[in-house]
């Protein structure tokens, strides 16, 4: 194996937890293990992840480059370099590139930039997405912009408390916060976030409340989740996993808010006493406390509360019913809801069609 492979090799293993797909995107190819390929991904596929330096010198708790003294490192020349070869050979098809902390801050994120540029100046035109470091200059951040397709600041946790508790030396506020509020001017629609849940302790009511503010005030075109795992030599070695059914319910509940209609004060009344998700796909719970929805009548924003209809079903359903009225299960199925969970949350003009949850 070539040094630049032993790189590879090593930088790509500290960066998966970076997440750039939602949910279990991560699927490694078998003979290429430092890539990310998820086939449904869309341009997300095939996505070289990698760290421009794999030391850092912060502490975060939760993370497994902490303290890293080891000094393994691309420079950006030699990392354009890497990629454009794979790229080349058609092996990936774009790059998240991120970096741990070795030294000052504005260097590094310098670097980072420069790695985009000279990629652009070769001729590459694929898919860039650059990370922004807590602390990085906003002249950096707007050249950032300027390279990449997309730009992300990681929040990691839900308020300055939660992230002070994992990583003391970021300052939420001037390190993250306002960071973020430039990524989102110097990129507006093309930026993205990330929390690591369960590694700060914090409810899903927490989570949902800075969701909300984030979709309100700074507009990400994504929110990631990662459910926390203990790594081994760090100080939450011993602190629980966060299982990973706590994310994917938190991608059903992001979609819920983004896509269909439903309003953070809908989903609080889904969580328990304490403030969490039930394992439980979020909208089955709005939609078992609902009366049932006529298909015939409903606005959109009800239909989509169905569980089994999206946006492209209830639509289908909308130009169904401007030419005849659905009459049962089978028109349903007419307009692409082919979902079992539909059937007892549906009636056809009065009618709660037991015959429904047969048919469907
Ligand atoms: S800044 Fe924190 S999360 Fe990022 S690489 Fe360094 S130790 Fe890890």
Redesign the pocket.
Known sequence: MSVAEQKLTRLTAAGRFDLCCPGECIRMLSNASHITYNPRAGGCGRMLKVLLHGA?S???A??A???QKERLSFSPGELADTFLGLWQEGIVGGLFLSS??PRDVDLVMHELVETGEILRRRGYDGYLHLKV??GAARADIHDAARVADRISINL?ATSPDRLGGI?GV?DYRQDILKRQAWVAEEKPGHHTTQFVLGAADETDAEVLSCVADQYRRIRPSRIYFSAFRALPGTPLAAHPDTPGWRARRWYQADYLLRDYGVTPGDLRAVLDEEGFFADRDPKEVLAARRCPVNVNTAPRRDLLLVPGIGPKGADRILALRRVRPLSGPADLVRAGIRGKAAGRHVTFGGRETVQTRLVL
């Open positions: 850092c912060y502490d975060c939760y993370c480059v902490r303290l741990g902390i470091l807590p990691e990583a970021k």
